[in-house]
């Protein structure tokens, strides 16, 4: 893929913003590492979760269950599992649902200055319902894309690149918000910029963020134009990253 470019002050749109929603939107890695612990568990495996999602937190539930065995698993047996996982996900997560401090007030601003939004996510639409509208946030995307809308998912770019399809705006004008190394580079490999949300992850395990927030108390979609202008290429994606 060649890198492309984009000079925000000849764009006649603002950049559409594209979001993950596990670790963006709700601060829920813990609770998620805790719930595959619990699964691992109950499996009789041994594998610390919360190492394991780091290392590959934005791939669908079934496909990081599969990581964890040595030999393949049968589509059924996995699904199951990922149904087990959501079920104890759901149950730990259920009193504890919140938005990312200063979100809200940033889709709002975002929205006000003419910015399209999307989310693009592992997630399939009743995990998607229990974030999205029991915390009434599906009002600000124009777009929601799920793992059932793409035939694979991130580090593949086929999620944000069906969101930036949806929305009608080329790649090379969207920006991803992602807390996951595998989801940044599905961004890049989409052809698209990113930035990174550290819920899970420190600074130094993004390859080439825009920029990093721990939240988006600070952060104002003017300031995203200016980052803009100061990374006119699309970063391109590192094999061993994805």
Known sequence: MSNSTLNPQNST??????????????????VQARAFQLLFRDLGLTTKALPLLKRLNGMPAGEIIQHVFRHPIPKKQLDSY?????????????DKRRALPGLVDFLKAARAEGHKIGLGTGSGGPTLSYILDHLDLRRYFDVVVGKDDVPRGKPHPDTYSRT??????APENCIVFEDAVLGEQAAYRAGMRCVAVTTSLKA???Q????TINDFTTLTPAQLLEMLAQQPDVPQPQKRRG
């Open 82 to 94: 990922a149904e087990q996982r959501e079920f104890l996900y759901r149950t730990l997560y259920w």
């Open 164 to 169: 930036a399809a949806k929305l009608g705006v």
């Open 208 to 211: 080439a963020p825009l920029t």
């Open 204 to 206: 130094k395990d993004f």
């Open 13 to 30: 749109l603002p950049p559409a913003l594209i979001f993950d929603m596990d670790g963006v939107l709700v601060d829920n890695t813990p």
